[in-house]
């Protein structure tokens, strides 16, 4: 059974602060996710990686993937408040698009 | 093309009445899915479609059903309603070529 694992699942970060969101899966799989919520919304999606050693990057938001390790992480530069928002990994076994999430990760940027 | 469209967005139940769930797509997605979120819990698999006539259950299928007689919708029936069916539910629809999900806007389900 693939369990996915996020931490931390509550990150209060200061503005212009750098912090890293970790996503541990427990097998092999073939995709992961990453996915933004803001409250009562729906999932907005951020970045699909689909090698070992991908990397990708959109604004301050930088996401990669280490399969061997069965670890991706999202690393925020410099927050801003508008980043503030619930954070999802969701990793895909099987070729059927099936997702498992994590629980999420709460992110708070204050001022 | 509107996406992935869900109704209603807010549904009220009394234990033991049945509702449908409705869930439709525009973009001629094979895949279908359907989560339900819980606070602390993120998003569990309950049913999902591979393609019109194909339909499987996830990690959460108890207490609904599910059909899939055309590409673009994929209701989801709950048969007779419980407090612990009340959630948020999502749908979701994917295909081979785009390496991404889409996800609808969300119904809001309380069962008293």
């Known amino acids: 059974e693939l369990k996915v694992e996020q931490n931390p699942l509550f990150l209060s970060m200061q503005e212009g602060k750098n912090y890293t969101i970790y996503c541990n899966y427990s097998t092999t799989s073939d995709r992961l996710y990453w996915y933004r919520q803001d409250p009562g919304k729906s999932l907005e999606s951020l970045f699909v990686?689909?090698?070992?050693?991908a990397v990708k990057q959109e604004g301050r938001l930088m996401a990669s993937l280490d399969t061997k390790a069965r670890l991706s992480t999202l690393h925020i530069t410099a927050a801003v408040h508008d980043l503030s928002a619930t954070y999802f990994c969701a990793v895909e076994s099987g070729s059927n698009y099936k997702l498992t999430f994590g629980k999420g990760t709460l992110l708070t940027v204050n001022p | 093309n509107a996406g992935v469209t869900q109704t209603p967005k807010f549904q009220v139940l009394k234990t033991g009445q049945s509702m449908t769930l409705q869930c439709a797509q525009d973009m001629n997605h094979e895949y279908m899915s359907w989560y339900r979120q819980d606070p602390g819990m993120g998003l569990r698999l309950i049913h999902y479609?591979?393609?019109?006539?194909?339909?499987d259950q996830g990690e959460v299928p108890n207490g609904y059903n599910v059909s899939r007689s055309t590409t673009e919708d994929f209701p989801l029936r709950l048969l007779s309603a419980a407090p612990s069916q009340t959630s948020v539910y999502f749908c979701a629809s994917s295909s081979p070529i785009r390496n991404e999900q889409f996800f609808g806007p969300g119904t809001r389900l309380t069962v008293l």
């Open positions: 479609s591979v393609g019109a006539g194909i339909t």
């Open positions: 990686l689909l090698s070992n050693g």
